[in-house]
Structure formats: structure tokens, C-alpha cells
């Protein structure tokens, strides 16, 4: 029992730090070649993880092959266009100016079923208000709509609008103070101190989160047990 509970948890951290080192993707994302490679990779881990006859090592020896592999193929992707072409694909056109490509679309085994849903995911529900939809390499339908049928920005309407846009930098997460975010954006503790005592707060053990911009303006939300 205690060597299947060590083999298991030893296998599940390689298998976390490889999918890492793929970077971060989530399923649908996955190119063709990394879905393959997480596919293989999960059959190969479980083996060993149920056959206690077979070394550890010669579960592991496959898994960490495959991983260089990739890694491989990434920077041979990275370096070389044509590479990167012949192991993700490219991008196809499948609808241009509200007409199907259906040629294009056949060839990517794609329906119209398909095209509809993901027109409808992304709020168009007339095939004519689209002027080109791409077909990424992972799968994903990119939609670009004709002008008149696009959102409404204040840049369409000649607004000439003030940039308000901020990035919150997170403080204090479930009670945790992040010291590194707080100095990165120039604050200290007596800051922090002072804006839990204007809230009426002792401790940062008292906040769920606690968030500043960059133009200063701090959110926070304390737990329910201190509000």
C-alpha cells in the first residue's frame, strides 16, 4: 500500500511539472501535437501506477522522453516558421465577406453545425453580419464582424474619452498579506494599516481580498465572520 501511495504521488508531480513546462493551455486549446502528447502521456503514467512489477524508472524513462520531446518541438516551432506550420497547421479562412468557404471548410472536416454554434457563442446569429471567420489552429472560430454590425465603441462614435483603465494589484488574499505585490506597488505595512483601521479592521486575517490600482483606489471585501 505504502509503495503505490509513493509511486502514485511520484508520478502525479512529474506529470504536474511537465504539463507545466507546456505552458499554460487549457484543453481546447491544445495544439493537435500537445493534445497527443498529454493523451499518451496519461496512459503511459497509469501503467506503472497499477503494475507494481514494473519499475518505477521504466514508467518514468517514456514519460520524461516524450516531455523532451516537446520541449524539442517547441523550439524548433519557436525558431522556424515552417516548422511551426507543418506541426500546429494554420489558420483558415472559412468565411469571407458573409460567404462560405466551403472548399476551405471541407478540408478542415468542419460543419456548417459547427460554424453556426461558434457564430452563436460569440453573439451573431446572421451568417451575413460576419465578414471573415478563421478557423485557428486550436480549433477555435475567430469572428470578425462587418463594421455596422460590430459593438458600438466610443471610438465608432468619435467619442473622445479619457483612459480609466487599471490593473488591480491583489493585497491580501483570504487573510494572507502578499508582501511582494504590496512593495511592487510602493505601499508598506503602515499603509496596509491603516487602510484595514479605516475599515474598522484589526488584522488581514479579517480580509477575503484586498485589491489596489494604479490610480490608488483600494477594494476591499472582508470575510463574512469579521464584516
Not at 19 to 26: I, N, W, Y
Not at 61 to 85: A, V
Not at 171 to 179: E, R, Y
Request: hydrophobic share 45%; charged share 20%.
Amino acid at each position: 500500500m505504502t509503495t503505490a501511495f509513493f509511486r502514485t504521488v511520484i508520478l502525479y508531480f512529474i506529470l504536474m511539472v511537465g504539463l507545466r513546462l507546456m505552458g499554460k493551455r487549457q484543453i481546447g486549446e491544445l495544439e493537435p501535437s500537445e493534445l497527443v502528447l498529454t493523451l499518451i502521456i496519461s496512459d503511459l503514467a497509469a501503467v506503472p501506477m497499477q503494475d507494481f512489477g514494473i519499475p518505477l524508472v521504466n514508467g518514468l524513462f517514456p514519460i520524461i522522453t516524450l516531455l523532451c520531446l516537446s520541449m524539442l518541438l517547441s523550439f524548433f516551432s519557436l525558431k522556424s516558421i515552417r516548422f511551426r506550420g507543418l506541426v500546429c497547421g494554420h489558420p483558415t479562412v472559412i468565411v469571407r465577406e458573409g460567404k462560405v468557404l466551403q472548399q476551405n471548410m471541407a478540408r478542415n472536416r468542419f460543419t456548417v453545425d459547427e460554424l453556426f454554434e461558434q457564430l452563436r457563442c460569440q453573439g451573431y446569429s446572421d451568417l451575413s453580419a460576419v465578414k471573415y471567420a478563421i478557423l485557428e489552429t486550436s480549433g477555435q472560430v475567430s469572428i470578425l464582424a462587418y463594421t455596422k454590425d460590430s459593438p458600438v465603441t466610443p471610438q465608432t462614435l468619435n467619442y473622445d474619452v479619457q483612459d480609466d483603465v487599471t490593473l488591480p494589484v491583489l493585497l491580501i488574499n483570504d487573510g494572507h498579506v502578499l508582501s511582494r505585490n504590496l512593495e511592487g506597488s510602493g505601499y508598506d505595512q503602515n499603509w496596509l494599516d491603516k487602510q484595514l483601521k479605516s475599515r474598522r479592521l484589526t488584522s488581514p486575517r479579517q480580509v477575503f481580498l484586498m485589491t489596489v490600482d494604479e490610480a490608488g483606489a483600494v477594494v476591499c471585501v472582508a470575510k463574512e465572520e469579521a464584516a
